[in-house]
């Protein structure tokens, strides 16, 4: 074999093993004090967004947004069979790995991108640039490890390295779009959107992100943390939009309707995803799982698996809020902005979306990406975005 072929079928387990082998850390709240390592030079960027989400979350397509969104996050786990860095944002996700992987992430996210058309009529822009010509840039990508529970981390990135690459990679789509190869057929293994929005406990589905401006951008999110924490009551893990009280599965034949545009209809995985259908509805929609050791631990799980609160140079978040604390919130960061503190972008839903990336049912074998509902982190990246230009001019 030769050495290029040796580098594109590379064991993804040992190429990762950087990341894999960071240090992590539990507690949220110590973000700013986190310990942050360079990612290596000849690792890539990869950046995917859904086309036209705007108008497609107005249409009330939000959730079929937000599924191809987790899926560009959840195809390249099933495909590297290992965990890498990567950040889910909505309509799309930031995807970090080394280039000796390039080529499979690569014909992933394209394959996904024709799914994405022809099965849910939305396109999806696939780029990618590397971490060398981000350094040329002047711009850092720095990592670490949040550990959501005993074996499952995410991971949190600052540095200015993503946000210049989105900027190139949607500035300059000859050069940055990935558009060539095999794409051939696509299913969406292991992602399910099985159960239905989970309303808001307190009332608010907060979709928050924050972005801070001029130096001591450390000390302004340990303020901005510190505010979330005394709202609260001790920290954000206690907004966790996860409330198991209130989650219900959908039906069976609402499940099977996405099965079919996730699988070919006459494929093996097809029917195998309709008979977990079966199983899962049992289980949890009729309340048999309560009645399962193993089946209790997994629905408790799912809830410290939530993906709910990240940072990729701002802070991301969905939280459960009642009403006077949403308006408190937005009141403490206008303050902030106005002081030129920071940018940030609100969205107010009645529930959030829950979508799940299912390895297997023990510790550290599932994720669930949260998001809010009607529009969540991209609409409140509009509000983002427009704060960010009227501080440019």
Not at 44 to 52: H, L, S, Y
Not at 60 to 78: C, E, M, Q
Not at 111 to 120: D, I, P, Y
Not at 212 to 230: E, I
Request: glycine fraction near 8%; include cysteine.
């Amino acid at each position: 074999m030769s050495d290029a072929a040796q580098r594109t079928h590379s064991d993804p387990s040992s190429e990762l093993a950087f990341y894999r082998e960071l240090p992590s850390f539990a507690d949220f709240s110590t973000l700013p004090q986190a310990a942050f390592t360079p990612v290596p030079a000849e690792w890539v960027v990869f950046i995917t967004d859904v086309i036209g989400s705007t108008a497609a979350i107005e249409a009330g397509r939000y959730k079929d947004v937000n599924t191809i969104g987790a899926a560009s996050v959840s195809t390249v786990l099933h495909e590297l069979g290992s965990d890498f860095p990567y950040v889910f944002g909505g309509d799309g996700a930031t995807l970090v790995v080394p280039a000796v992987l390039r080529q499979r992430v690569e014909r992933v996210l394209l394959r996904l991108a024709s799914l994405a058309q022809h099965r849910f009529d939305l396109g999806l822009r696939v780029g990618a640039v590397s971490i060398a010509e981000l350094q040329k840039d002047g711009c850092t990508v720095e990592v670490a490890r949040h550990e959501l529970a005993a074996g499952r981390c995410v991971a949190l990135f600052r540095g200015g390295g993503l946000q210049r690459a989105e900027q190139l990679i949607k500035g300059d789509a000859e050069r940055y779009a990935c558009r060539d190869g095999d794409q051939g057929a696509s299913e969406l293994t292991g992602l399910s959107c099985r159960w239905n929005r989970i309303p808001a406990s307190r009332g608010v589905a907060l979709s928050l992100l924050v972005e801070a401006r001029g130096d001591g951008a450390a000390s302004t999110y340990g303020r901005v943390l510190d505010a979330l924490a005394q709202q609260f009551g001790g920290g954000v893990d206690q907004a966790n939009p996860v409330q198991l009280a209130m989650m219900q599965y959908r039906s069976r034949a609402s499940c099977a309707r996405d099965e079919r545009r996730y699988h070919s209809r006459f494929s093996f995985s097809y029917a195998w995803r309709m008979f977990e259908i079966c199983v899962a509805v049992v289980l949890f929609g009729w309340g048999v799982a309560n009645l399962l050791p193993g089946m209790r631990r997994y629905r408790r799980a799912m809830r410290l698996h939530a993906d709910h609160r990240k940072f990729d140079d701002m802070l991301r978040m969905v939280v459960d809020c009642s009403p006077e604390q949403a308006d408190a919130i937005e009141r403490f960061l206008t303050t902030e902005h106005e002081a030129g503190a920071v940018c940030f972008g609100l969205h107010r839903a009645t529930a959030c979306l829950m979508t799940c990336y299912v390895e297997a049912l023990g510790p550290g074998q599932h994720i669930h990406f949260i998001d809010g509902d009607d529009g969540g982190y991209a609409l409140a990246a509009k509000q983002l975005k427009a704060q960010l230009r009227a501080c440019a001019k």
